[in-house]
Structure formats: structure tokens, C-alpha cells
């Protein structure tokens, strides 16, 4: 039956370009936001605002963000207006603001953007993603795990999958053949951290299709539907809470609360005491019901307003910290030792340079490489230092605004729930800070030039209360790779690497198309 005309078929134009006009419409009054604040923008566009390449995957997150750094900051600007979508981002150039918000003025931005919803999707309920004084007192809660006490403890779990890695290696230089670095170097971040989180031997150097390899290449390299949902869950998070549909899928999720559930049982069953996260996961779950560890509130009060930890752990709780361990720990790691790597192929001389330091400081240390022998290669530092500056593999730190914060010396009220986004991308290629910033020069992370440069010119993992928690294990694991690796072996670049590397648009942590591939030969003593 018509409703508006005698027509149907007219009725159903008119109702479909009143909802196209006022599609466009709201879109038009979204995109307008910064207009009516004065603050400039990138040339928008309908439907996705400044994000249509990221959209379309034609550009990758890195250098979306590190052209937009430099055309803006040309213009003499210290940030600008950018719409990821439907949602409102301030970019910011400017060190002092970047410090400002994530440091002195953390009070007004204390939450990440990454979706959370402990109900609909138990995964997500994890130190990255939860907000507010949740977040704050289950980060006091796990600080105690990343210490340098506890990764001394833990360092023998490294070692023990260095001996992996070497019997790896070892097989490829007898056959001569070339390799995959971050395949390889993957399967190694993944046994550290199934051990340290986990507390499972997953054995991925020797089977590379093991469960925990297979979920670690699912979550780095998502299908169509995950990189819509992932798209979907930082710009419009309300589709997924409505429509109830988990960010990950049933399948991941099941096998991270299985695996947690059983080793929980198997521990707690036989009395096993480890080294591990996993353990001070299961002290928290018990010392907390016996009074020992308090939460700032007490658990009941936190249940009442939804917006605390409780004093006791759940199984699903647990599950979600051992996994976000798992992907926060793993592919940054093993990303930004293929980058090393392949610095250290086209640079010659800075692998002949590290090789003699870890020679001479394991010399010193009678051929055993322990934690304090690791600290002491320099140079291997000011190597791995490097790599973060040029590759760094989260390319921008992203904030959400918790309190509406008038940025300073200016009239421009940033609002409740606006995105702030820093492109560490940009400022680790700013020739203001990093002359000549594409030649890789381990040496501008010496003491002296160091300390020439301003602060906030660093930030790979992060700064203030939300900064990195896992960047001391992630350092080491990089460097025990490096010290047994370099130490045994000469690498060269493979014709099968496409040199100069070429960014993956469909990735957000920085990967090159079709890999880094080495050759590998043993070196004599
Ligand atoms: C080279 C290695 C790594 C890099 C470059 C890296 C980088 C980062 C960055 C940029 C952030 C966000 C910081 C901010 O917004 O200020 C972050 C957060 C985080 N990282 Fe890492 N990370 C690495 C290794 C690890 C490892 C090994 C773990 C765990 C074992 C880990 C666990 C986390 C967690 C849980 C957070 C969230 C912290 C919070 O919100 O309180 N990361 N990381």
C-alpha cells in the first residue's frame, strides 16, 4: 500500500534519498566538527572522512601518519584536525603538547582507543584495552611482573629457547638455504612468551603449525571480516556492542581461556610453582582471597559501579591478560628484530661491529651469556635502538580523551571521547631531531648524542602511566636472539627480498611485502 504518494515505487525513492540526504547530511555536520573549532584539517572527504586510503588499504598506517606529519607541520602547525571515519582525532606534532598528554596531563587522557567489552567478548577485557581505574589498579597489579628482578628470573626461559633457535639455524647454514627472518624470529617470540605466559612449550621452532603459532599468524594477519571489525570496533565501537559482535572470533577466544583453564588446574593440582606470569596470575587469584593483595577499593564496592577490578581474578580475567601478552609481546618483538636484521645485512660493518662486542663481552663473562653480559652490550643496545627509531612497529600512540582538556595557550577545547593520535612515525624521521633519519646510524643512541636531543624524540613504546609494561622481556628477547645469532653467524641478504623494503598497507604493525630473507653461514672462530 503507497504511504507518501499514490505510487509505491515513488514512496520508495522518496524514502531512499531522504536517508541518502540525511546520511550525507550528518556526515556533512560529523566532518565539520574541527571547522567549528578552528582547527585545520586534511581535505575531508564522504564517506570516510581523512581515512579513505587506510580504508581502501592503499596506504599503511606509517606512512598515512608520517606524510601527515610532515605536510602539516611545514605549515608551521603543532596539530591538526583528522577524522578516522565518523570519529574526531586531534594529530599532534608538537613535543610539548605530546608530553602534556601523555604524561602531566595523563588525568584527562588515561584511556587507550582499543575496544573493550568484557561481556560480549571475554579477550578484550585485557591491560590494552581496559579504561578508567580498572585499568589503573590492574596495571599496579601486573607492574611487579616486568621488573628487572622477575626478568632475571625468567631469563633462563630465553636461553632455553635460544638453544632452539641456534639448532634452527644451525640446520639452515648446513643446508644453505636462504630463509624468512620474521617467520623464524616469529616462531621464536612465540615459544618465549607461550613459556613466560602461558607457561606451555610450544615448540613453534620445531612445529611451525603448532596451536600457538597458528593463533599467534591468525591475529597478526586478519581476513576481510576481522580488519572490518577491528575498523569498526575503534570508529563506530557502539555496532559491535549492539549488534553483540566479539572483536575476536569464538574460536581464539575458546582456545586462550581452554589453555589458561587447564594450566591453572594442572598447577594448582600438583602444587607447581614457575617463574612466570602465569604464576603471579595465580597468586593473584589466591592472595587476593586471602586477604594478602588489596585492590584500592575493596572488590564488592568495584562490582557495585562496574568500574574497578575485583579482589579475585576470574578464570576469563586471567585469560585476557595472558593473551594480550601474547599479542602485544610476540609480533612486535619479532618484527623489530627483521628490521635489525635487515639493517644489519645492509650495513656489513655495524654486524662485523656487533659481532666482535658480544665476542668480547661473553669472553669476559666465561662464554656464558647471562642477564648482566647481555647489559652489557652496548653497542647491541644502541643497534636495537635504532631499528625502533626508523621501524617503529606501533607507528602512532593513541589516547582517548576522558575529560575535556583545553590545550594550552590556545582556545581549542579537545572533548570528552575525541582520539588524540602522536605519530612517533613522523618525529623519528624529523630531520630537526634525526639528520639524514633513512641511514641507519646505531651511534646517535651514544650517551653523548643522546643527550643533545629533547625528549618525546623516542617513543617506540610508549610514555607515562600507559607506556609500554612489556618493554623490558620484549628487549630482551630481541637481544638474546641478536647475541646468539650474530655471534654464530654471518648474515647476507637474500635476491629474494624485494630491497628497498616495501610497507604492507594491509598491516598496522609496520611488515614488509613478501618478507626479509637472508642468507646464512657460519662464522669460524
Ligand atoms: C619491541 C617490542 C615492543 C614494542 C615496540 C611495544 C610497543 C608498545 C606501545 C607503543 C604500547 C602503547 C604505549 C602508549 O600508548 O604509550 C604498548 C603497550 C603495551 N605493551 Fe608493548 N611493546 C613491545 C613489547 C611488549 C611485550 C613483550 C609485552 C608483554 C609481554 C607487551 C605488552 C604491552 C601491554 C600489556 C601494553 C598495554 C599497557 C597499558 O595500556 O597499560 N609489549 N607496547
Known sequence: MPLLTEYWYKDLITIFVTVILGAILYLKWIYGYWNRKNVITPTVSLPFGNASKLFSQTVTFADEFKDLYFQMKSKGLSYCGYYFFTQPVLIVFDLELAKSIISKDFSHFTDQITYCNEKNDPLTGQLLALKGNKWKNLRAKLTPTFTSGKMKMMFQSFIDCSHELVKFM??????????????????????IIGTCAFGIECNSLKNPNSEFRKYGKRLSQPNFIETLKNITAISVPQVLDILKIPLFSSDVAKFFIEIVKETVDYREKNNIVRNDFMHLLIQFKNNVATGELKSEKSGEEGEKNGNEIGNTLTLEEMAAQAFVFFLAGFETSSTTLTFCFYELVTNPEVQEKLRLEIKD?????????????????????????ETLRKYPPIPILCRCCTEPYRIPNSDVVIDKNVHVYIP?????HDTEYYPEPEKFDPERFSFQNKAKRQHYTWLPFGEGPRACIGMRFGLIQIKVALAVLIKDYKFTLNSKTQSPLVLDPRSFIMTSIGGVWLNIEKVSD
Open 361 to 385: 663481552v661473553l669472553e669476559k663473562h666465561e662464554g656464558k651469556l647471562t642477564y648482566n653480559a647481555l647489559m652489557e652490550m652496548t653497542y647491541m643496545d644502541w643497534c636495537v635502538n
Open 424 to 428: 612517533i612515525i613522523g618525529i623519528q
Open 170 to 191: 644451525d640446520g639452515l647454514s648446513g643446508i644453505k638455504e636462504p630463509f624468512e627472518v620474521k617467520e623464524v624470529v616469529g616462531r621464536f617470540t612465540t615459544d
